[in-house]
């Protein structure tokens, strides 16, 4: 099993920046890609990004490219979402996901990982 724990969201105007964490436990030798989704009230968990368990390759969805990077820390077993130029469109509950697979690197589908964080709140004031 995977544990894995978002921290870093908050409260930021528009126009500023965050830097989400995703820490993760257990048996981390055993995944893959990571990847970073959010969701709103009444809508679907929306794909933002993913980076090859080897952090050599990075894939985001196309609202967030120039904005948003995602990186990781091998030794710290961690993985960051910088979010810069921030826009209140973008408030959602932030979510990290693993996947064991470590051949498909770009997974963009929830059903697609195996594992979950609890989620953090991003809220973006104009």
């Known amino acids: 099993q995977v544990q894995l724990v978002e921290s870093g969201g908050g409260l930021v105007q528009a126009g500023g920046s965050l830097r989400l964490s995703c820490a993760a436990s257990g048996r981390t030798f055993s995944t893959g890609t990571m990847g970073w989704f959010r969701q709103t009230p009444g809508k679907e968990r929306e794909f933002v990004g993913c980076i090859s368990w080897s952090g050599s390759r990075t894939y985001y969805t196309d609202s967030v490219k120039g904005r948003f990077t995602i990186s990781g820390d091998n030794a710290q077993n961690t993985v960051y979402l910088q979010m810069n130029s921030l826009k209140p469109e973008v408030t959602a509950v932030y979510y990290c996901?693993?996947?064991?697979?470590?051949?498909?690197?770009?997974?963009?589908?929830?059903?697609?990982?195996?594992?979950w964080g609890q989620g953090t709140q991003v809220t973006v004031s104009s």
């Open positions: 996901a693993a996947d064991r697979d470590r051949v498909t690197v770009v997974k963009t589908a929830p059903g697609e990982y195996d594992y």
